[in-house]
C-alpha cells in the first residue's frame, strides 16, 4: 500500500505542477520543464504502481530494473546501436533521402515522370513492412546492408511526396518575376523553388527519422548477425528478459527523439523566415 500511495502522491504533485507551469509565460524555460516534468511523474507512477502491485517482472519490469539492466549492458546496447542505427539505419536514411532529393527535382523538371511515378509511389509506399522486410533480406543478406534496403524503401516515398509538393510550392507569379529577371530553371530552382519548398523538405525529413529506426529494427527480426536491436529485443523476449527488452526501447527512444529533434532544430536554422518558426519563437 506504500508504494500506491506513493504512486497517488506523485501523481497529485506532478499534476498540479504541470497545471502550475501550463499558466505561466510560455518561456523556453516553461516548454522544457513541463515535458521534464510529465516523464518524471510517468515514470515514478509506473514504479510504484509495479512494486504496489507486485507485478511480475515479465509481464513489466520496474524502470529501477531496467535502469540496473541498463547500467550492466552498456557494451551490449552500444553493439546493438552501432548495428542498428548507425550502419542500418542512418545509411539508409542518408541514401533514401538524398535519392528522394533527387528522383524529386528530375519530377518536378518533367512533368511527365510525376504523372507516372507518383501513383507508383504510393502504391509502394503502402506495402506492408513486415512483408517487403523478408524479401530484401534475402536480396542483400543478413548484414546491415539488408537493413538499410528496408530503410531506403521506407523513407524514399515520404520524402519524395513531399519535396516535390514543396517545389511546387512557389506561385507563378514569383516565377514569371524569375523569368522577368532572364534567370535560368538552375537558378529558378536554386534561388526560388528550393527555399519555398525547404519546409516541405524538412517535414519529410522529420517524418523519415522515426521512419529509418522503425524499419531497421523490424528489418532485424527476419535475419540479422547476432547483433542489433532488433535480434536483441527478439531474442531477449525468448529467453523472458523483458528488462533487457525495455533497455533497447529505451535506446530507440532517444535515438529516435534525438534525431528528430536535431533535425527540427536545423529547420529552425534554415526556415527562420518561415510563419511558423517565427510563430514559435
Same mark, same amino acid.
Given at each position: 500500500?506504500?508504494?500506491?500511495?506513493?504512486?497517488?502522491?506523485?501523481?497529485?504533485?506532478?499534476? @498540479?505542477?504541470?497545471?502550475?507551469?501550463?499558466?505561466?509565460?510560455?518561456?523556453?524555460?516553461?516548454?522544457?520543464?513541463?515535458?521534464?516534468?510529465?516523464?518524471?511523474?510517468?515514470?515514478?507512477?509506473?514504479?510504484?504502481?509495479?512494486?504496489?502491485?507486485?507485478?511480475?517482472?515479465?509481464?513489466?519490469?520496474?524502470?529501477?530494473?531496467?535502469?540496473?539492466?541498463?547500467?550492466?549492458?552498456?557494451?551490449?546496447?552500444?553493439?546493438?546501436?552501432?548495428?542498428?542505427?548507425?550502419?542500418?539505419?542512418?545509411?539508409?536514411?542518408?541514401?533514401?533521402?538524398?535519392?528522394?532529393?533527387? &528522383?524529386?527535382?528530375?519530377?518536378?523538371?518533367?512533368?511527365?515522370?510525376?504523372?507516372?511515378?507518383?501513383?507508383?509511389?504510393?502504391?509502394?509506399?503502402?506495402l506492408p513492412i513486415v512483408g517487403m522486410a523478408p524479401i530484401l533480406v534475402m536480396w542483400f543478406g543478413?548484414?546491415?546492408?539488408?537493413?538499410?534496403?528496408?530503410?531506403?524503401?521506407?523513407?524514399?516515398?515520404?520524402?519524395?511526396?513531399?519535396?516535390?509538393?514543396?517545389?511546387?510550392?512557389?506561385?507563378?507569379?514569383?516565377?514569371?518575376?524569375?523569368?522577368?529577371?532572364?534567370?535560368?530553371?538552375?537558378?529558378?530552382?536554386?534561388?526560388?523553388?528550393?527555399?519555398?519548398?525547404?519546409?516541405?523538405?524538412?517535414?519529410?525529413?522529420?517524418?523519415? &527519422? &522515426?521512419?529509418?529506426?522503425?524499419?531497421?529494427?523490424?528489418?532485424?527480426?527476419?535475419?540479422?548477425?547476432?547483433?542489433g536491436m532488433g535480434f536483441r529485443i527478439s531474442t531477449s523476449v525468448g529467453q523472458l528478459a523483458l528488462?533487457?527488452?525495455?533497455?533497447?526501447?529505451?535506446?530507440?527512444?532517444?535515438?529516435?527523439?534525438?534525431?528528430?529533434?536535431?533535425?527540427?532544430?536545423?529547420?529552425?536554422?534554415?526556415?527562420?523566415?518561415?510563419?511558423?518558426?517565427?510563430?514559435? @519563437?
Open positions: 500500500m506504500g508504494w500506491l500511495l506513493f504512486a497517488l502522491v506523485v501523481w497529485i504533485v506532478g499534476w @498540479s505542477l504541470n497545471v502550475w507551469l501550463s499558466r505561466r509565460p510560455a518561456t523556453a524555460l516553461v516548454r522544457l520543464l513541463m515535458p521534464i516534468v510529465f516523464g518524471v511523474t510517468l515514470i515514478a507512477i509506473w514504479e510504484g504502481v509495479v512494486r504496489g502491485l507486485d507485478i511480475s517482472a515479465v509481464l513489466l519490469p520496474a524502470p529501477s530494473a531496467i535502469a540496473a539492466r541498463f547500467a550492466a549492458s552498456t557494451s551490449i546496447l552500444w553493439e546493438d546501436f552501432v548495428q542498428t542505427v548507425i550502419k542500418g539505419a542512418l545509411s539508409g536514411y542518408l541514401l533514401g533521402c538524398g535519392a528522394a532529393f533527387l &528522383t524529386a527535382v528530375f519530377i518536378d523538371r518533367f512533368p511527365f515522370l510525376r504523372r507516372g511515378l507518383l501513383p507508383v509511389g504510393n502504391f509502394v509506399a503502402a543478413f548484414d546491415w546492408q539488408s537493413k538499410a534496403a528496408v530503410v531506403v524503401v521506407m523513407v524514399f516515398f515520404p520524402m519524395l511526396v513531399n519535396t516535390v509538393q514543396g517545389l511546387q510550392a512557389s506561385s507563378q507569379m514569383q516565377r514569371d518575376l524569375m523569368q522577368t529577371y532572364a534567370a535560368s530553371p538552375m537558378t529558378t530552382l536554386i534561388k526560388l523553388r528550393l527555399p519555398m519548398a525547404m519546409p516541405f523538405i524538412f517535414n519529410g525529413l522529420k517524418i523519415a &527519422t &522515426t521512419l529509418a529506426l522503425i524499419g531497421a529494427i523490424v528489418a532485424e527480426f527476419f535475419g540479422s548477425p547476432i547483433r528488462d533487457l527488452v525495455w533497455a533497447e526501447i529505451v535506446v530507440a527512444a532517444l535515438v529516435g527523439s534525438a534525431a528528430y529533434g536535431g533535425v527540427a532544430l536545423i529547420e529552425r536554422v534554415v526556415t527562420f523566415w518561415h510563419p511558423s518558426q517565427r510563430a514559435r @519563437s
